[in-house]
């Protein structure tokens, strides 16, 4: 297995010159820095952490940085939005999108493509973090599941369905990690299945699975239809863990640098608005219209204000748990917490345990352009990450992940499905 500890010291120490030596961004400081184009085509999911995209183009956010005609077009599901990526913007699909944070690399490595045909793709910024959660149907409220998952191991057979976005998403790795954690193998104690998000709460409701993991607002309209409940959520799991990015063709990026920046430095202020609790009403307002997401404000604003109703009596007001989009650097995207997406996505299989994570980060991780648009929006240095790397991570089972050593990580895992290279 190629995910040595040497890769892995590599992969935290040097990151931030890999990454600014894979972008030609010399010509970011030379030349003008007005957008190559007018226009990019994104894709966007019905989910909260997509608000500052929607916000961006309904504030004028997007115009204001010189892209007036940046198009923000809805995706039926993330298999869709893969495939308008496969296509890009020029031939009828998307040329970026909101996305789950391995999706980009995913598609880099060609393992989610007709024919594993690579795709390559770059991270911009990421959206959000905390902000989803682990909903089990009404009919296992008397087993009181929480973020310990062990009461439903009596429960859940091979029959037993459970329902994430993406194989190898975020969502896919909350619900296997709170499984495992549980001593129930995803894999082979219940069946994993893929719904889109906005299909959640329908599914549940005729009683085709027993619990999925999804972000808002699908949680809070199942607890408020009465549905199931919230077991626990996500940032439970893991405090401030990443969750969605800013994706985008790299062939896009490489042909327009500075709409590049100027696109990220976009959405940076819409996340810096959004994440501000005064505008939180009228974020849930635009995002919850008709022409977005067609849900009642009332499924979107409770969880955004950090009040969370779990729907088996408990509640949480003001919870620090709720998804942010710019505070404690949740727009940074650390190269540290892509490497956790990938240790996970190789601890089931998804990639091979021979991956390169090292030069894969370096390939599709531009936290350098991030720093480019931080700049151009007017982030105070105050404001900024020092490093890219948050340091170890610790998760509700007391597993700690080292970016330095994620061998140790991986190997303190009882419960894993390896592919070999």
Known sequence: ???????????????LAAARAATPRGAFAQAPTTPEVKKAILGYIALTDAAPLIIAKEKGFFARHGLPDVEVNKQASWGATRDNLVLGGERGGIDGAHILTPMPYLLTTGRVTQNNQPV????????NTNGQALSVAEKHRALKPTIDAGTLKRALTTESKV????????????????LAAAGIDPDRDVQTIVVPPPQMVANMKVGTMDAFCVGEPWNDQLVNQKIGFSAAVTGELWRD????????RADWVEKHPNAAVAL?????????????????????????????FNVPVADILNRSRGNIDYGDGRKVESSPLLMKFWR?????????????????????????EGTDTRTLIAQVNREAIWRQAAERAGVPTGELPSGPSRGRETFFDGKVFDPDNPDAYLASLS??????A
């Not at 863990?241 to 985008?248: Q, W």
């Not at 609790?277 to 919850?288: H, L, Q, R, V």
């Open 264 to 292: 990220t430095a976009a959405v940076i202020e819409a996340q810096r608005w959004c994440d501000q609790d005064a505008n939180k009403p009228e974020m849930c307002s635009i995002i919850g219209r008709r022409a977005w």
């Open 241 to 248: 863990h990443p969750e969605k990015s800013l994706g985008l």
């Open 328 to 352: 404690d650097h949740a727009s940074y995207p650390f190269p540290s917490h892509d490497l956790w997406f990938l240790t996970e996505d190789i601890r089931w299989g998804v990639l091979p």
């Open 1 to 15: 297995m190629r995910l040595t500890r040497r890769h892995a010291i590599a992969a935290t120490a040097s990151l």
């Open 415 to 420: 419960i894993k499905k390896l592919a070999g």
């Open 120 to 127: 390559p793709m770059v991270i911009l910024a990421r959206l």
């Open 163 to 178: 329902a994430m976005t993406f194989r190898g998403g975020t969502h896919d790795l909350w619900i296997r990690y709170w």
